[in-house]
């Protein structure tokens, strides 16, 4: 036990990683059903007090479209995962995983696939203890894997030293991560994933330049940009759809598809009775080695 507390004194989670989980359950506890996506496992790894929807990074302007991008884009990468895994694939990695709760969501799926969860070692270590406390154990078929990304580890290393195997066809999902990487960064992590097996998709989202969003919209995208800079993760990087298609294709995938809010918004929230829609700031897109 004495160990066990000194791995929460020690480290914590990411804020934006907490952010998002937040999000994710107030679209449970605030939103009309039907929720597009069921997880408030979420909030109680998090854990952030009574109080934690009253906080101003869950009450701003806009907010409701921030919290729809959150669930559209993890209910949309499961989806891929189930239409990938009835397909014969068998390999699911998270880059910058944060606290997802795919495992404990839907044992079901992800028993059938090795999954791979990619985090600082921070935050990884936080989660674990959390889990434990939860009752959540680590599956055989689930691995976490730190990897400092400060210290220049690289992801791929420590992955396929977890037990990754590159020759099986994969789905990798970066979702929320683009805009913090650096233009080669980025460009170095297309090229590796498009060396995956023949068979393998990367899907990963990126956020639009402010200069192609609505005044509201960019009014939001600049509080999320100022809050990520003070939590000591600026935003680097913001892409086209074009140069994120043209990029991937550049780094080996053989198809690329951009997959906009207006796809996501008629495939889960078409006839909502709260008129809960998609912003424009985040897009997809889905490429296939």
Partial sequence: MADEQ????????????????????LHV???????????EIGLKLADPGENWRERRDMTMPGVSGVRASMVARARFVEDLVA???????AQYVILGAGLDTFAQRRPELASRLDVFEVDQPGTQAWKRQRLAELGYDIPPWLTLVPVDFEAGDSWW????AAGFDPQKPTVVASTGVSMYLTHEAHTATLRQAAALAPGSVFATTFLLPLDMLDPEQRQVQE???????ASGTPFISLYSPDEMARAALDAGFTKAVHVSP??????YFADRPDGLCLPRAEQFLVAEV
Wanted: glycine content about 2%; hydrophobic content about 40%.
């Fill in 6 to 25: 000194r791995l929460s004194d020690q480290y914590e989670p990411d804020h934006t990683a907490v952010r998002v989980a937040l999000w994710r359950a």
């Fill in 29 to 39: 506890q605030a939103d009309a059903p039907p929720h597009v996506l069921d997880d």
């Fill in 83 to 89: 239409e990938h895994a009835d397909a014969g694939v």
């Fill in 157 to 160: 290393e420590r992955l396929t």
């Fill in 223 to 229: 509080f999320s940009m100022r809050n990520a800079a």
């Fill in 262 to 267: 207006d796809d996501l918004a008629a495939r």
